[in-house]
């Protein structure tokens, strides 16, 4: 069943505009703002990319130089994005930078609060979201639960009341002992942490006044202090209700989408069974299915591996009879039966679902087995492994009573439960990981519209990934093909659904409203990428090379100072104003006040009581990235190392701020703060081998191969398309330049790979022989020879990386006197991956600048390396004018105007690197 994708309607958030083109602007003094190290360091979860933009992106909203009083944000942020990470790490964000010690979390649903009670405060808990010691700048801090925010208020210790929403409004509105009143909220300031924010806007929907609403409740929180914040979070809002709209246009900080998420690898990819069979045939079917998955990750080696299955009805009664009838079909089933409903189910599903004929296959190659695998079935899904969850429908959702343990523990492997049965209410709040099935049972079910957007929502929940360990690593991100045997069996959520038309019109729809993408589970064989056979005739494929440079092996001698790990004029260091303790008492004002350098008047004995606060500083710790150093001694004194005799620390300060305003408190701060980002470069720049400037060649012939690779489709999807890779022929000589029949790429790469082919003609003019080569990673994994062909940094750099990468294409020019080879990179994504791969740029651009200094194998004198600027969206870094430059020796191509080639974006395009 497919779907025409709908182009959304796309509203103007004039905030979040402004943060983004801020987020690049020169005139942006927090430019190149980074998360300060302490909240990574206090997490059980190291914060994603789209978390910590999250927080800059907040961070700017507070330190406008225009002051204004931002009180009330909104984080509009994916099903499974981490949420409550994100508001872990705020936590700690506003104590630290803006000394708010009073937190209040807030939900409409008891499971929901319940589940944040363990992720925030229960140490004990698997999911608790912080370290077991928090320390920042060498200091304990507590995280203590309270019902009231207590009067007098303790050092160093973070107060978090968490409540229902309804709790919070019943206090506010019909006073009780013990409630916290709106005179408490004034007492000291506070931040409100608004789960599920999309519940709190009943007044704003209704267009009317109501005094006792939850949104008034939070709003009289807000609004008994101008230093209180509202900070909410919510997957799903509806800014087409104008109202609403309103509301939000201006406190819409962050969006990162569910296409965008699941894209990037952060969920499982979501595929769609649709069936005619009746529902016990169906139950038999995932019974099959989720055995099979579970087999297969003990063949790959993974140690533990247990995937669940949700049997979803429309009401109570169906849940509790579909219940009824997998007990008896379970407890009654035969070798015989089984033998024969895998035979019957293969004929009939032959050129459906690739997934279940995977599942059929193995057990069709196993029919010896199929006693013992019956005696397992019945094991594993006997009634004590089944969790009926439909105790509580009433309400405020369906974890309310004594399951909500065994439902929010399910990736433990102390949890035997492999089913859940239950009606449509764990949309919100539930965060199973290994959830792999949700099937629709038919009786009683609803195809309009109401009913598929709470499936979609509930698909939504269930795609969240599950960090199996695979070859001894555990990981939060996708590590296999899309759409390979492996990745359907280990990283896809499968839905099951009733093949009704208008059903399934409406269910593609709703996923499309929620920027889900899924595609029915059918046949995907492989593409076939081949090398065209032309270009296999020429003199390029029978003797042509590619080059790479080489690595060479870094003796311990190498490091031998701190610049050797890239940290260049050690000795004299400014640090920002936020590295000092004292930061909150000027916060208020710093955004107004200019700043000035002081230095830091410092003696060992900060030093030394600072390295006994990090444990980095042990010497056995140091020696393992540092084996050069004789002693701790050295380290603090030596030329090479801090040289503290002739070290000037200096911070940014305000104007009226001075070196004796500094109290030794103070400078431990400063000292750890700068210890630490020491820490971080060594470990960082230490490696047994680097690149250096000598460059090999490796046969073109025996590195481009012909390979295959699967490309995922995609039924429900809308609005932005950019980031799904797809075939695009490159056959008939007009194409003769690409040497692949296939070029499978997103929309930024093919892009890239037409404004080249409009310049082949003046390329090949100079070059008779002008091809572009597609270096793709599957290629690699087939070839297996991909550690050969990467670059490695080889530059003096401040940002030392010696993993090395490979550019994604290269243009190979030839003519009668030499052979240019350039290697370009297309790059998306937000200014955060722009920064982090900033290195790959600089790498690319270092070989173009110092073309002199290379070094070929056999002494070869007629190669010319060359690397470009990142191709960005629209040409943003203009790339195609420094290719100009390198190989035709003008400032543009010719039939391209200054204008075309040159064109200036518009002002909201501008980024840092067009200013």
């Not at 905030?15 to 927090?30: A, H, K, R, V």
């Not at 409203?513 to 090398?531: M, Q, R």
């Not at 006197?817 to 920064?835: A, C, L, N, T, W």
């Amino acid at each position: 069943m497919s779907s025409v994708p709908k182009k959304k309607k796309q509203l103007s958030l004039p905030l979040l505009d402004e943060l983004n083109l801020y987020n690049t602007s020169l005139f942006n003094e927090m430019i190149g703002y980074r998360i300060p190290e302490y909240v990574n360091n206090n997490l059980v979860h190291d914060l994603r990319d789209y978390q910590e933009n999250s927080i800059r992106y907040f961070h700017y909203t507070q330190t406008f130089r225009d002051a204004r009083n931002i009180k009330h944000v909104l984080f509009n942020m994916a099903t499974g994005s981490g949420k409550t990470d994100l508001m872990a790490a705020l936590i700690l964000f506003m104590f630290k930078e803006y000394g708010y010690q009073n937190f209040v979390f807030t939900v409409n649903t008891n499971s929901v609060l319940n589940k944040t009670i363990d992720n925030l405060t229960s140490k004990a808990s698997k999911k608790y979201l912080f370290q077991q010691t928090i320390e920042i700048n060498g200091e304990r801090i507590s995280i203590l639960p309270v019902t009231r925010f207590p009067i007098e208020q303790a050092k160093n210790v973070i107060y978090l009341k968490l409540a229902t929403v309804q709790s919070l409004s019943n206090d506010l509105f019909i006073p009780s002992e013990n409630s916290m009143s709106e005179r408490d909220y004034a007492r000291n300031k506070v931040v409100i942490l608004g789960d599920e924010a999309h519940h709190y806007s009943a007044s704003t929907k209704k267009e009317e006044d109501e005094e006792q609403t939850w949104e008034a409740a939070i709003n009289k929180i807000l609004n008994a202090r101008d230093d209180n914040r509202l900070l909410e979070f919510t997957a799903t809002i509806d800014l087409e209700n104008k109202n609403i709209y309103e509301k939000y246009k201006d406190k819409v900080i962050y969006r990162y989408t569910l296409d965008k998420f699941m894209f990037e690898g952060f969920s499982k990819n979501v595929k769609r069974i649709e069936g005619s069979i009746d529902d016990r045939d169906k139950m038999l079917n995932v019974v099959l299915l989720s055995e099979y998955r579970r087999y297969t990750a003990m063949a790959k080696g993974i140690p533990y591996f247990k995937p669940v299955i949700m049997f979803k009805s429309q009401n109570i009664n169906a849940s509790n009879n579909s219940n009824q009838v997998f007990n008896e079909m379970i407890e009654g089933l035969t070798v015989e039966e089984l033998n024969h409903f895998i035979i019957r189910q293969q004929k009939l599903d032959d050129s459906e679902s690739s997934t279940l004929n995977y599942a059929y296959e193995y057990y069709l190659e196993h029919t010896e087995s199929l006693p013992t695998i019956l005696r397992t079935i019945k094991r594993e899904f006997e009634p004590r492994r089944i969790l009926n969850a439909n105790d509580s429908d009433r309400g405020a959702g369906m974890l309310e009573k004594g399951q909500y343990q065994a439902l929010n523990s399910l990736e433990d492997e102390d949890n035997l439960y492999r089913v859940i049965f239950a009606v449509a209410k764990l949309t919100e709040g539930w965060d199973v990981l290994n959830l792999y099935d949700i099937v629709r049972i038919s009786e009683n079910a609803k195809g309009d519209k109401k009913s598929t957007m709470a499936e979609a929502q509930l698909i939504g929940r269930g795609a969240r990934y599950n960090p199996f360990v695979l070859n001894g690593q555990a990981s939060y991100k996708r590590r296999l093909e899309d759409d390979s045997h492996d990745s359907l069996l280990l990283e896809t959520l499968h839905y099951h659904t009733i093949n009704e038309p208008q059903y399934l019109k409406n269910l593609v729809n709703s996923l499309e409203a929620l920027d889900l993408p899924s595609g029915t589970d059918e046949k995907n064989p492989p593409l076939e990428v081949k090398i065209k056979g032309n270009f296999k005739k020429t003199d390029v494929w029978k003797y042509g090379k590619i080059y790479y440079n080489q690595t060479v092996d870094v003796p311990d001698s190498y490091y031998s100072s701190l610049s050797s790990y890239g940290i260049l004029n050690a000795n004299d260091v400014t640090l920002p104003w936020s590295y000092s303790s004292r930061e909150v008492s000027y916060k208020d004002e710093s955004t107004s006040l200019k700043t000035h350098s002081i230095v830091v008047r410092l003696n060992e004995r900060y030093f030394k009581k600072a390295m006994q606060k990090i444990t980095f500083y042990r010497f056995d710790v140091m020696k393992r990235f540092l084996p050069e150093l004789k002693s701790k001694e050295e380290f603090i004194y030596g030329n090479n190392w801090l040289n503290l005799n002739n070290l000037t620390l200096r911070i940014e300060a305000p104007l009226d701020f001075t070196e004796s305003d500094l109290t030794s408190n103070d400078k431990l701060h400063i000292v750890l703060s700068y210890l630490r980002d020491v820490e971080d470069k060594i470990t960082k720049g230490y490696s047994s081998a680097r690149g250096s400037n000598k460059f090999i060649g490796y046969p073109i012939k025996d590195y481009l191969t012909d390979y295959r690779k699967r490309v995922p489709k995609y039924d429900s999807i809308s609005g932005n398309r950019s980031q799904i890779v797809e075939p695009r022929k490159m056959s008939g000589d007009e194409n003769d330049w690409y040497v692949y029949n296939l070029a499978i790429v997103n929309e930024l790469e093919f892009d890239l790979i037409q404004k080249i082919g409009e310049r082949i003609k003046e390329l090949r003019e100079k070059y008779p022989e002008t091809y572009l080569f597609r270096m793709d990673e599957q290629m690699n994994r087939e070839t297996r020879k991909n550690n050969d062909l990467k670059l490695h940094q080889f530059q003096p750099t401040r940002e030392v990386k010696f993993e090395g990468f490979q550019p994604d294409f290269i243009l190979y020019l030839n003519n009668a006197d030499y052979y240019i080879q350039v290697f370009i990179e297309p790059k998306g994504g937000d200014s955060g991956r722009m920064e982090r791969e900033q290195w790959k740029e600089d790498l690319l651009t270092y070989i173009t600048e110092h073309e002199a200094e290379l070094i070929f194998e056999d002494e070869v004198s007629n190669v010319k390396i060359s690397g470009l600027r990142f191709y960005t969206d629209r040409d943003g870094r203009k790339m195609f004018n420094q290719l100009a430059q390198v190989v035709l020796e003008k400032d543009h191509f010719s039939g391209m105007s200054i204008e075309q080639d040159n064109k200036e974006p518009e002002e909201s395009e501008l980024t840092l690197f067009d200013i």
